[in-house]
């Protein structure tokens, strides 16, 4: 081997090692967690009307998508007391007070579904549009109480 080659090889080498530690080095550092800012929703799409009607089929459409997606943080009913708050140490709102949806515009809220936010994972082509939008409809349901019953007649014997 002549000694220009062999002077290439070993810069090669030595190249290549330096770059494989760094590539080690770099696996190694811990990632940041995710940063805690507050959410901001661009006014535009705030703005944004839900186009699906809050109809019976849609709010049963939406409730199917919160059972396989939502309940394992949100909770089965809404009270943001699902199986991994304590475990990841999440501050979740109540969905059955109506004051908690209050400040969320759908638009918002399909903002969110579809970014994500802090530990939330974005939805974006997981979900379609129509599923984020009968979801909304679901969640603001959980809050609307049932109008009370008429009392029952008396019945004259």
Not at 65 to 86: I, N, P, Y
């Amino acid at each position: 081997m002549s000694k220009p080659t062999f002077v290439l090889a070993t810069l090669m080498f030595v190249a290549l090692l330096g770059f494989s530690q760094e590539k080690q080095e770099k696996k190694e550092t811990p990632q940041a967690p995710p940063p805690t800012a507050e959410l901001k929703v661009p006014p535009e799409e705030a703005a944004k009307p839900n186009p699906v009607k809050p109809s019976e089929n849609s709010i049963a459409e939406g409730k199917k998508v919160f059972a396989t997606q939502c309940t394992m943080c949100h909770g089965e009913s809404g009270d943001g007391k699902g199986d991994l708050v304590e475990p990841m140490n999440l501050k979740l709102k109540d969905w059955q007070d109506p004051a908690s949806l209050k400040e969320f515009s759908d638009g918002a809220l399909f903002y969110v579904l579809t970014k994500g936010h802090k530990e939330m994972p974005s939805q974006e082509g997981r979900m379609k549009d129509n599923q984020k939008w009968d979801l909304i409809n679901y969640i603001r349901s959980l809050s609307k109480k049932e109008p009370p019953k008429e009392p029952a007649k008396e019945q004259k014997p």
